[in-house]
């Protein structure tokens, strides 16, 4: 008898499946129709399909598609003891009126024992009377075809990925038990597979937490050389990228391999932390290579698929390879199970293949006791539990059953069973069985093992989905390695507080260390590799984590010295004031006009008015205040400088140039050239500055470079725009001052000219000692400076030009007489007639 694939026209999009037909030997198929095992087989209304693997083959030979005798190959204990916990699963639902009353569950369970060479266990399920009709109609009604609702199985991701597909075309619902592949999430490739463990993905999210949670930076990944192992290399390369983990060696494993030259890769790379990420029996042998070949001292980080090994922690010399950790399902107690074991086991009938049992139906376990099988590794058991209790949810559900009974006049197919399996929704030992829209279950979580120096296996933390306390390690709970403390496993030591990272090579773990600058800070959660800038309103100093705010300065009013300033401000104005009453009530007087007579108004004036500058070098700067700090002073100090020029010339003049030069004399007498020099004056420096404010107008500036923790809030200064008021201020000092000087030989009580050179002594003093102080000082007292020099300028002049006039007219009026002048006169111009 063969089997035979019918492919309708319309089925072209599955044609890539079905490459190769699968025409079986012909003694071979014999077997698979009449072959029978009561420890495979149960007969029921509704039958589960089951894959175990409770023999492995190692050969992945495809020289041609014959079925293979699987109890020729390694048994597996752990997967016969999945296969019984199947087996305990459907016969606890068949004994129990609860959830499918009147209903009575079968199934057809297969060692599937090979990747390549079981094709005819999976073909028995999913045909009918011999025959293979994928999309037919006849598979609308179960009983019309297969009486297979559902398969739950295989248990690798390399199993799965095989048969997978033949079981998509016609929506037969597959609940796997242990592929954690991240591929079967894909629903666009596997309509109607789900899983009862959960992806790798979440498995590889689980160590890369506790990579993290340990510092171990520097790791090694060794994963088998299949599904499992690459689809985990894959996501573990994709979840360590945002992280400081690298990946620094891997190595794909491979059963009974040498692995002299892993270990020394491993070495030589300074690796102290090893993920193994491969399936049981390679894991295994891993472990007892490395056992072997003496290698100590390391951090092994197990898979789900043997951290729960039963054997390994009890071998000699296992904790000489160093520190073991795991992740791990939850070992939930299915009651019930141990005594079904007891009960059963002896009723087993554990024949060989030559009794007529199908050569993927023998189980070859002669030998074992119950004992053996309850004390086997339990990883998987309440999986396979669940995706049984899954199934026949769903069947509860399409069968519309109550309390006491089920609608069996409801039609039955895989379809209806697949959809409400994507709909579960049950509690089963304290978990919600649900599962997302890729078919992934939305319950569980992880324990994190490690393994005690007594041999046993420990949990020392979880690592939970769907609560607000996901991961939690007791690592006091933990004995390490060595000297009992946690080990490190990095490239390059971290580096100081507040110094960047500075990659050395392709890897970002090597790095050397270089101290941030001022100015500068390392925020190592965001960043560890890149010192960044502070803000301009912020500062640091060099190996800073953070930037502090700036302290904003200014002059303020409420400083003592602005205070004490004002106060000089004020008595200045009185005293100008005053003397412009002295002088108005004594204007014709000889003091009054020897000093300037109307001129020494004008000269009053004009100082008043340059203290309007004084007031706006305190408080916040403005755009109005940055302007009548400057211009009011600039203008109105020139003036009087003018003023000031004008009266040394005209000094000059009347004790020198009169004798010498009369025409000259008597046109400046008679055109007033005095006035028109100090207007001219006064209008070009009016043009002067309003052209240059017009073309840049002082703006308030905060000085963020002098010091670097303040922000000194001033104007700006602008040579260009201050440079030309200032050249011209500047030559009018110089001639005053010229010709003051040449006046330094009159009279020795008629000294004006003495008095406007002593004054102009004093200003140029008071504006070095500012320029000085401003090349080395730039802070918020340099403004009150700034105010203090004009103000002791506009005090120079009034002190020793116009105090002494006062003192000589309040206090000696005696030489406020025209006698005394003219006395004074004759005799200079005996003196310099001799």
């Known amino acids: 008898m063969y089997y035979l694939c019918y492919m309708d026209s319309n089925t072209n999009r599955m044609g890539h499946l079905f490459t190769v037909c699968f025409y079986l030997m012909g003694h071979v198929l014999f077997a698979l129709t009449h072959c029978n095992s009561s420890d495979f087989h149960l007969n029921g209304d509704y039958l589960l399909g089951g894959l175990f693997d409770i023999h492995t083959s190692s050969s992945a030979s495809h020289d041609r598609p014959e079925a293979i005798d699987c109890s020729s190959q390694a048994f597996s204990l752990s997967g016969y003891r999945r296969f019984q916990l199947m087996r305990f699963s459907v016969e606890e639902i068949n004994n129990s009126t609860k959830l499918l009353p009147n209903v009575s569950l079968g199934f057809k369970i297969f060692d599937h024992c090979s990747v390549a060479n079981n094709f005819p266990d999976v073909l028995n399920l999913i045909s009918t009377d011999g025959l293979i009709q994928p999309w037919s109609k006849a598979h609308q009604h179960v009983s019309a075809a297969s009486k297979v609702v559902a398969v739950v199985g295989p248990f690798s991701s390399t199993d799965t990925l095989t048969v997978a597909p033949l079981f998509m075309m016609d929506l037969i619902p597959l609940v796997s038990y242990g592929a954690a592949s991240s591929e079967f999430s894909e629903k666009a490739k596997y309509w109607s597979f789900l899983r009862t463990v959960h992806s790798n993905k979440d498995t590889v999210r689980v160590i890369v937490s506790i990579l993290e949670y340990f510092q171990w930076h520097w790791v090694a990944f060794l994963g088998s050389d299949d599904a499992y192992g690459n689809d985990g290399q894959e996501l573990f390369i994709k979840m360590i990228k945002d992280t400081h983990i690298c990946m620094a060696y891997t190595s794909k494993l491979k059963p009974s391999f040498n692995y002299s030259v892993t270990f020394q890769q491993i070495e030589a790379h300074r690796i102290t932390t090893i993920v193994v990420f491969a399936p049981k029996r390679t894991a295994v042998y891993l472990i007892e290579s490395a056992i072997l070949m003496g290698v100590t001292n390391k951090v092994w980080i197990a898979g789900e698929t043997w951290s729960l090994n039963e054997k390994l922690p009890k071998r000699k010399d296992i904790q000489k390879i160093g520190t073991v950790l795991g992740v791990s399902q939850p070992v939930l107690t299915i009651s019930g199970f141990s005594d079904y074991l007891l009960t059963s086991h002896s009723k087993i009938q554990c024949g060989d293949a030559g009794g007529g049992q199908l050569c993927d139906q023998v189980c070859n376990c002669s030998s074992l006791s119950a004992q053996d099988i309850i004390s086997m590794d339990p990883s998987y058991s309440f999986s396979v539990y669940s995706a049984v209790y899954a199934i026949a949810h769903a069947l509860h559900n399409v069968l519309q059953c109550d309390k006491d009974t089920c609608h069996r006049n409801n039609a039955v197919n895989p379809q209806k069973v697949l959809a409400e399996l994507t709909k579960s929704n049950f509690s089963l030992l304290n978990e919600t069985i649900r599962?997302?829209?890729?078919?992934?279950?939305?319950?569980?979580?992880?324990?994190?093992?490690?393994?005690?120096?007594?041999?046993?296996?420990?949990?020392?933390?979880?690592?939970?989905?769907?609560?607000?306390?996901?991961?939690?390690?007791?690592?006091?709970?933990?004995?390490?390695?060595?000297?009992?403390?946690?080990?490190?496993?990095?490239?390059?030591?971290?580096?100081?507080?507040?110094?960047?990272?500075?990659?050395?090579?392709?890897?970002?773990?090597?790095?050397?260390?270089?101290?941030?600058?001022?100015?500068?800070?390392?925020?190592?959660t965001d960043d560890p590799y890149t010192c960044v800038a502070c803000k301009e309103t912020e500062w640091s100093t060099a190996a800073s984590t953070s930037c502090t705010q700036r302290q904003v300065q200014y002059a303020s009013f409420q400083d003592i010295s602005t205070i004490l300033i004002l106060v000089a401000l004020l008595f200045f104005l009185g005293l100008a004031v005053t003397m412009c009453v002295v002088f108005a009530r004594n204007y014709n007087t000889p003091v009054v006009k020897s000093a300037g007579g109307v001129m020494c108004f004008l000269i009053l004036g004009c100082q008043c008015l340059c203290c309007v500058s004084i007031v706006f070098f305190f408080g916040k700067p403005t755009h109005l205040s940055c302007v009548l700090r400057y211009w009011p002073f600039s203008l109105f100090h020139t003036t009087c400088i003018a003023c000031f020029t004008v009266r040394a010339f005209q000094i000059v003049c009347i004790f020198k140039m009169a004798a010498k030069f009369p025409k000259v004399y008597s046109w400046w007498m008679k055109y007033h050239g005095q006035w028109l020099v100090i207007l001219g004056t006064f209008m070009i420096q009016s043009v002067l500055i309003a052209s240059a404010y017009a073309h840049s107008t002082p703006k308030p500036y905060n000085d963020t470079l002098w010091s670097p923790d303040k922000i000194i809030l001033t104007c700006d200064v602008n040579l260009a725009r201050e440079g030309v008021p200032i050249t011209v201020l500047s030559a009018l000092c110089i001639i005053c001052f010229i010709f003051s000087y040449m006046g330094k030989d009159l009279p020795k009580n008629y000294n004006e000219a003495k008095s406007i050179t002593f004054c102009l002594f004093l200003m140029a003093l008071n504006w070095i000692i500012y320029a000085t102080v401003s090349v080395l000082y730039r802070g918020k007292f340099l403004l009150t400076l700034n105010a203090l020099t004009v103000l002791s300028c506009m005090y120079s002049l009034i002190l020793w030009y116009f105090l002494p006039k006062c003192y000589i007219i309040i206090f000696q009026p005696h030489k406020n007489t025209q006698q005394y002048f003219q006395g004074l006169i004759q005799d200079y111009t005996k003196t310099i007639s001799q």
């Open 435 to 524: 599962f997302d829209e890729h078919g992934d279950p939305m319950f569980g979580s992880f324990f994190i093992v490690f393994w005690n120096q007594s041999g046993d296996i420990e949990e020392v933390g979880f690592y939970k989905f769907l609560s607000s306390i996901h991961f939690f390690i007791d690592d006091s709970r933990i004995r390490w390695h060595g000297n009992g403390m946690v080990p490190t496993s990095r490239c390059s030591l971290e580096c100081p507080v507040g110094f960047a990272k500075k990659q050395d090579g392709i890897y970002k773990c090597c790095f050397t260390c270089e101290e941030c600058p001022k100015g500068t800070y390392i925020n190592i």
